[in-house]
Nanobody
Framework: QVQLVESGGGLVQAGDSLRLSCAAS????????IGWFRQAPGKEREFVAA???????YYSDSVKGRFTISRDNAKNTVYLQMDSLKPEDTAGYYC?????????????????WGKGTLVTVSS
């Protein structure tokens, strides 16, 4: 069982940066891959970024080059550094965990979810 808690969301202007954190419980955190997903009002949940338990990173085309995912296993935390934010990045951001290392962009296959943190980017 893994419990996830997101933090770091807020209201920023276009071009600003934010760093989201996903803190996990449990002593086996290092064996889990973590994904970030987002959902804007009226839209489907979409993949943002993921990091496998072995440290491989994956990004959606819409955030590649602007967002960076990283993990600190000693702190049981995954970070999502978001730079050059755009109004279209506005959404609730959720982290999710799975013991798999494949298909990390498929939210249907994630096993555990946090409750999310809201990011609002004004133009």
């Amino acid at each position: 069982q893994v419990q996830l808690v997101e933090s770091g969301g807020g209201l920023v202007q276009a071009g600003d940066s934010l760093r989201l954190s996903c803190a996990a419980s449990g002593r086996t955190f290092s064996t889990y891959s973590i994904g970030w997903f987002r959902q804007a009002p009226g839209k489907e949940r979409e993949f943002v970024a993921a990091i496998s338990w072995s440290g491989d990173n994956y990004y959606s085309d819409s955030v590649k080059g602007r967002f960076t995912i990283s993990r600190d296993n000693a702190k049981n935390t995954v970070y999502l550094q978001m730079d050059s934010l755009k109004p279209e990045d506005t959404a609730g951001y959720y982290c999710a965990a799975t013991s798999r290392w494949w298909n990390l962009n498929d939210f249907n296959l994630m096993d555990y979810w946090g409750k999310g943190t809201l990011v609002t980017v004004s133009s």
